[in-house]
């Protein structure tokens, strides 16, 4: 499967030509509106994966979480990062559970997305062979409290391992920093 055939068969796919990309969250309630990722490999594809639902054939129950799914998905040659952003400043075990079901429930998606161009359209399979990163940007008061680099460069290779990046609303992050 080659980017052009991907990027025709998903919904919410951007490509991201400049190195430059704003994520963007609206709601109410949400304060952390707007994060730029800087450095970005060019050629990447973005995904906006909040509205993907498998309703009409799971029954849709809170507690399983197959139709939650995190805020982005960056996809390079070699990389899948799953983005969840959260307007929370306290990273509790509620918000840690919550972004954990929303990286499996986003890894499900991708096996399907590769079962169907495998199976259906007679295409190799798009995310298999690439390496999954997970990554939290949650709100931060100033950038001044929080450290300009991360200290922390643990593998965020799973869904329980993933990275939590403090952010201001408006500010612009290093794509380095979520692989």
């Given at each position: 499967?080659?980017?052009?055939t ?5 919904c ?13 969250e ?26 993907i ?29 799953f ?68 200290k ?5 290779l ?7 990046i ?14």
């Open positions: 499967m080659d980017k052009a991907l990027k025709k068969s998903l919410n796919c951007s490509d991201c030509s400049a190195g430059t990309f704003t994520l963007e609206k709601g109410d309630d949400t304060t952390l509106r707007s994060v730029t990722l800087c450095d970005i490999p060019l050629g990447a594809l973005i995904i906006k994966m909040d509205k639902r498998f309703s009409n054939f799971l029954i849709d129950k809170k507690e399983i979480g197959f139709n939650k799914h995190s805020d982005y998905l960056v996809i390079t040659d070699d990389k899948v990062v983005i969840e952003m959260k307007s929370k400043k306290e990273v509790n075990q509620e918000l840690l559970d919550d972004c954990r079901t929303k990286f499996v429930s986003d890894e499900c998606s991708l096996d399907y997305a590769d079962d169907v161009f495998r199976r259906l359209l007679n295409k190799n399979s798009f995310f298999e062979n690439r390496e999954f990163h997970f990554v939290l940007f949650h709100q931060t008061l100033s950038m001044a409290k929080s450290p300009i680099a991360p922390d460069l643990s593998p965020n799973t869904p329980d391992t993933f990275r939590k403090p952010v201001v609303n408006g500010g612009t992050i290093s794509f380095i920093r979520t692989i």
